[in-house]
């Protein structure tokens, strides 16, 4: 009877796990990240699942921690499946923070530490909703790609860097034509141009061909 005591009292743990997972999970999903709920309430009950099991069901002469650790580790290998590289970045960072973190809330439940899961699921959620706020100081700089078609003239090269106010172009190729030599670059800017603003610079300056945002470089 005791034994079947202590185990509907960790299955409580796991229900405050699913819980907390749950509030991570669904600050996450308002933002459609990858992971959302459903991954973070599993993650949290399933690190609450193996902390228990670390705890209680193993005999005192073994070291019910190793169990614990391994959670650590196997989480992360989780997490590094959500990072992404594309786009020229590295996205779904966060998001496997998040995911690890939430594994560690599930660890605190299983070991009993609520006001530690709480307060972590707090601070977690807190921070997630701070860093999203519209503040120069948190958000990340946003590089676009510019590729530019243009005649050789006087200057022609320093015009295009003044006007997308850049030092050096990534790419810079000459071309010989029938017609003359066409360069063609590549360069990045910090300043998003609109269809509006590309067409009125073709129009003012004759020498340039042609002009690209290529944003997905």
């Known amino acids: 009877m005791g034994n079947i005591t202590t185990e509907l009292w960790l299955l409580l743990d796991l ?10 999970g669904f600050e996450r999903k308002l933002r459609f990240k990858e992971a959302g709920i459903r991954t973070h309430t599993i993650v949290c009950v ?26 650590v580790s196997g989480v992360g290998f989780l997490g590094a499946g959500m990072i992404v590289y594309r786009h020229n970045g590295v996205s779904g960072l966060t998001t496997a923070a998040g995911v690890w973190t939430a594994a560690g809330v599930g660890m605190a439940c299983g070991g009993r530490m609520y006001v530690l ?52 172009f990534t790419q810079f190729i000459a071309n010989r034509t029938p017609d003359g030599i066409v360069y063609k670059a590549k360069l990045v800017t910090t300043v998003e141009y609109t269809a509006e603003q590309v067409n009125a610079i073709v129009e003012k300056y004759p020498f340039i061909v042609s002009m690209e945002r290529t944003d997905s470089e």
């Not at 807190?126 to 676009?144: D, E, P, W």
């Open 15 to 24: 229900a405050i796990a699913a819980v907390l997972g749950f509030v991570i």
């Open 46 to 71: 399933g690190s609450a699942l193996m902390m228990a099991i670390s705890k209680y069901a193993f005999k005192s002469d073994y070291d019910s921690s190793r169990v614990a650790a391994q959670i």
């Open 117 to 168: 899961a709480v307060g972590a699921t707090a601070i977690i959620v807190a921070l997630q909703c701070l860093f999203h706020v519209n503040c120069k100081a948190f958000n990340r700089k946003k590089y676009y790609t510019i590729k530019i078609s243009f005649t050789y003239a006087d200057n022609s090269s320093e015009i295009i860097k003044d006007i997308f106010k850049v030092d050096r």
